[in-house]
């Protein structure tokens, strides 16, 4: 049980636009910013955006990132084939148990 | 460019201790900038974080890992250890090490970026 909430799966067709989003608490999202990855099973994952809505040299402006409150999401537009891997979101958590990074259980996005 | 690369025993014996390596290239783990953290993924499953020091020995760990968890740094070979002691099956999993932002107000931990390719740790008898 992940202390972020994604869904499981997200489809969508060539050149579509996609979400993907990520559902947490006051302690993670509500008060400190969101990070997505970008994970081909067996490789490094890749930043793909900081600080809920920033994109690191590199990555296109395909991929967008916002947050509202205790929630965030991920959009891909003009989705393209090499889209199709797993997409993670993560934020700091000020857990009386003592702060640490939380981590979504990971979305795999299909291109159909 | 900043590279990282995991290293260590690929097969580890229930109830002993996971010793794993992160050697650090293209910059220093001195840097004040940043923290250098381990996360893992069980087979099947999602990310876990599982910690990140500091080069001055300033930790952070997940709660549910903190008790057998122990991160440290080798500053003269630019490594970052993680040593994880009674393991069992579940700790099975690819382990990543990653160098981590501090967040702009300091007081906490921002975005991992890059990490290394990851290596496979089994626990098995």
């Known amino acids: 049980q992940s202390v972020l909430t994604q869904p499981p799966s997200a489809s969508g067709t060539p050149g579509q636009r996609v979400t993907i989003s990520c559902s947490g608490s006051?302690?993670?999202?509500?008060?400190?910013?969101v990070n997505w990855y970008q994970h081909l099973p067996g490789t490094a994952p890749k930043l793909l955006i900081y600080?809920?809505?920033q994109r690191p040299s590199g990555v296109p402006d395909r991929f967008s990132g916002s947050k509202s409150g205790t929630s965030a999401s991920l959009a891909i537009s003009g989705l393209q084939s090499e889209d199709e891997t797993d997409y993670y979101c993560?934020?700091?958590?000020?857990?009386?148990?003592?702060?640490?990074?939380?981590f979504g259980g990971g979305t795999k996005l299909t291109v159909l | 460019q900043l590279q990282l690369q995991e290293s260590g025993p690929g097969l580890v014996k229930p109830s002993e201790t996971l010793s794993l390596t992160c050697t650090v290239s293209g910059g220093s783990i001195r840097n004040k900038n940043y923290y250098w953290g381990w996360i893992r993924q069980p087979p099947g499953k999602g990310l876990e974080w599982i910690g990140s020091?500091?080069?001055?020995?300033?930790?952070y760990h997940n709660p549910s890992l903190k008790s057998r968890v122990i991160i440290s740094g080798d500053t003269s070979k630019n490594q970052v250890s993680l040593k994880l002691n009674s393991v069992t099956a579940t700790d099975t999993a690819v382990y990543y090490c990653a160098r981590q932002h501090v967040c702009t107000n300091g007081v906490c931990l921002d975005w991992l970026d890059p990490w290394g390719q990851g290596t496979l740790v089994t626990v098995s008898s």
């Open positions: 600080s809920n809505d």
């Open positions: 006051s302690s993670n999202i509500g008060s400190n910013a």
């Open positions: 993560a934020a700091w958590d000020d857990s009386l148990n003592g702060p640490y990074v939380v």
């Open positions: 020091m500091y080069y001055s020995g300033s930790t």
